[in-house]
């Protein structure tokens, strides 16, 4: 069950967004996120300026979160409420009717992919995300996931584009089917529990 939709979703909160792994989401893990990438694409140097525009993705997708998925309006997320919001906003939908903000942090999640700044996510620059995230013991797993992502387009053109990673970021978390090629693109995912 570790491409099912539900462990998908899961993925993205634990993996991505829970930033300081206390289980839930808070303005907190936003701002953490936001200083994380300016410095990622910094390669470790600090741009103020670049940073405030983190920041302002981060916290505009921090108040879109807690709008679509703060239940109970106690300033926290859960992976329940996270997960109903998701259910609601991305299930069935493309990239294009996902929410601004979340829109925004896909496109920002590419520009920290894509290393060289060339366009497109090769296999190298999969693979180091990949391994700056979760653990992996074999590069055969890391090649595998990234060769079931890809279509003919997309090697041809030596990997994924920003439009194609947003068409499967948004089935990646809008399309429940566990064997689509989105279940893979951020690596091989082992079930959470």
Not at 58 to 83: R, Y
Not at 142 to 165: F, P, V
Request: charged share 25%.
């Amino acid at each position: 069950m570790a491409y099912s939709w539900d462990n998908r979703v899961s993925f993205i909160v634990k993996f991505l967004y829970d930033i300081d792994n206390n289980g839930i989401l808070d303005q907190h893990d936003f701002e953490c996120m936001a200083l994380k990438m300016t410095l990622i694409e910094g390669k470790g140097e600090f741009h103020g300026s670049r940073y405030q525009e983190n920041l302002h993705i981060m916290l505009s997708l921090w108040e879109e979160i807690t709008e679509l998925a703060d239940f109970n309006k106690d300033g926290i997320v859960t992976i329940e409420e996270f997960k109903k919001a998701v259910q609601r906003c991305c299930v069935g939908r493309s990239y294009r009717d996902f929410p601004q903000a979340m829109k925004m942090f896909i496109d920002s999640h590419f520009k920290l992919v894509d290393l060289n700044d060339d366009g497109v996510i090769a296999a190298e620059e999969y693979r180091y995300n990949c391994v700056t995230r979760i653990p992996v013991d074999n590069i055969d797993t890391l090649d595998e996931a990234y060769q079931n992502l890809l279509n003919d387009d997309d090697r041809r053109r030596g990997g994924l584009t920003l439009s194609r990673y947003q068409e499967l970021y948004a089935q990646f978390l809008g399309n429940p089917d566990e064997t689509c090629p989105a279940v893979h693109l951020f690596g091989p995912l082992h079930e959470l529990c």
